[in-house]
């Protein structure tokens, strides 16, 4: 595991978090402030102004039932049992899930008070005090940037799949390395659809160029989509392709093919890193051509099986579609870069 931003803050945040409540506020035991304070570090600005909000609501209806119920029901477990239920319960209902874990310690926090409510209070505060040293350290320190982390991590996403690409069909990989590479492949996409959800996500709570916006985020979902085709293509190359009966005719034109496919796909993302000039005529055309031209050559070979057939015609079929959406990508990223000119 790599070590992050998120984890310096994190630990920045409890520090900073324990030194102002010891020295500053002196609350005889901070360790529930620190706890808080675990808690708010979030991947993104605009979660950490709606954990902060969430927080401070869930917590002061937390408070105030803990509080009351601490009154007439002291620390009997059964009654803190029944309020962290009806807290739970009342979160769900207002769909304020993530709040909850927090929510609980404070009532439990504030119901070990049994009605004191000056100690609640400060129990309370302390909670308080975790949720906004850490939010504040979150925007202002090492600000979370979910663009551009997206954008450095969709080349590192290419770089796995472009080398198991190249040697998925002339099988000069190791079998062991071609298995851990393609599980690293798989969880890398999955790691990128989920900084995608929080682009889209931080795009959406922000105000002004709507349009701007939204062209952002189609160009970096079918960056996602041309990934994932081309992960579909190694998926057909393993089910299919090595299953079939043929001669050294097909390797050699799919192994060629995908190698025009993986070089395509980087001249798009150099493209889009404003690395490159532009083609006349445009590089996705001749692509469209070239890989319909392949689809028709390969559907029309002939193979002793039927099976055989139709195993090629699904391997070939997986690479035109992930030539079409590197074609796409490309014609969006040049709108892109003319939408960024006009701007």
């Given at each position: 595991?790599?070590f ?18 010891s ?8 360790v529930?402030?620190?706890v808080?304070a675990?808690?708010?570090i979030?991947?993104?600005i ?23 119920a ?7 477990p ?13 979160c ?12 609980l ?28 040293t ?19 991590q ?6 796995k ?22 599980k ?15 682009v889209?996500e ?17 160009v970096?979902?079918q960056m996602l ?27 050699s ?6 190698e ?14 404003e ?18 031209r ?7 070979s ?26 796409r ?15």
């Amino acid at each position: 595991m790599a070590f992050g931003a998120r984890m310096l803050k994190t630990g920045l945040a409890v520090t900073l978090t324990l030194y102002f409540n010891s020295f500053f506020l002196h609350f005889p035991s901070p360790v529930i402030s620190a706890v808080a304070a675990m808690f708010a570090i979030q991947p993104t600005i605009y979660r950490s102004w709606r954990h902060f909000l969430e927080q401070l609501q869930a917590n002061t209806l937390g408070a105030v039932l803990a509080m009351l119920a601490g009154m007439y029901f002291s620390k009997d477990p059964f009654a803190i049992g029944l309020i962290c239920i009806i807290v739970i319960m009342i979160c769900l209902k207002l769909k304020m899930q993530d709040s909850i874990g927090l929510t609980l310690v404070t009532v439990i926090a504030v119901m070990e008070a049994s009605g004191q409510w000056e100690f609640a209070l400060s129990r309370f505060a302390q909670i308080l005090v975790g949720i906004g040293t850490a939010s504040l350290i979150n925007i202002f320190f090492l600000p979370p940037r979910p663009r551009e982390q997206f954008v450095a991590q969709i080349q590192s996403v290419f770089t796995k799949l472009s080398l198991l690409l190249r040697t998925a069909i002339s099988n000069e990989i190791k079998e062991n390395i071609f298995r851990d590479e393609k599980k690293a492949l798989e969880d890398s996409l999955k790691s990128l659809a989920d900084k995608f959800k929080l682009v889209e996500e931080e795009y959406k709570s922000l105000r002004g160029n709507h349009f701007g916006k939204i062209r952002d985020l189609v160009v970096y979902q079918q960056m996602l989509v041309a990934l994932r085709k081309g992960a579909d293509v190694l998926d057909a190359v393993e089910e299919h392709y090595f299953q079939t009966d043929r001669d050294s005719r097909p390797d050699s034109e799919f192994d060629r093919h995908l190698e025009t496919l993986c070089k395509f796909h980087e001249h798009v993302l150099l493209k889009f890193d404003e690395k490159l000039k532009e083609t006349d005529p445009p590089e996705a055309e001749l692509m469209e051509a070239k890989s319909a031209r392949f689809l028709r050559d390969m559907m029309g070979s002939v193979h002793t099986r039927e099976e055989d057939e139709l195993r090629i015609s699904i391997v070939a079929s997986s690479m035109f579609e992930y030539s079409y959406h590197i074609a796409r990508l490309d014609k969006l990223v040049e709108q892109y870069h003319r939408g960024e000119e006009k701007k």
